[in-house]
């Protein structure tokens, strides 16, 4: 399961989203602090993910924690994109938020909100097993 992939198509499903970040969704690559001119977003997951909930001795699930940043030099679109990602991992996903860290760089003016998010899906691979 390619949990990346989802939570990507996820985000640029919300038009919001998508206007303000189409282009500027990563994973893993974070933006020089001197680029951050528009909206970034980078989706990076914290440990892979963990086998949960077993059945007849397999497996069922997956735990995820998924830290997702949103750069930007506006604080308020930081702050509304990072609640819209919010309310998207929870309705798409299922998964809660948890604790991240929040900064503000006064020598490049840039605003981060890392978000940290913990939840677990089914297996992709259930009707083989």
Known sequence: MDILDKIYKSLIADDYIKDQTLGRIKYYEYPETGDVTEPFIVID?????????YGSNKWMKYDYL?????????RKITDAIA??????????FGFSQKPGPQAYDKDTGVFRDARRYRGTLYRDDLDSL
């Open 45 to 53: 997951p914290i440990n892979p993910p963990d086998p949960s909930d």
């Open 66 to 74: 998924i830290q997702i940043d949103v750069w930007s030099s506006n």
């Open 83 to 92: 609640d819209k990602i919010r309310d998207i991992m929870w309705e798409v």
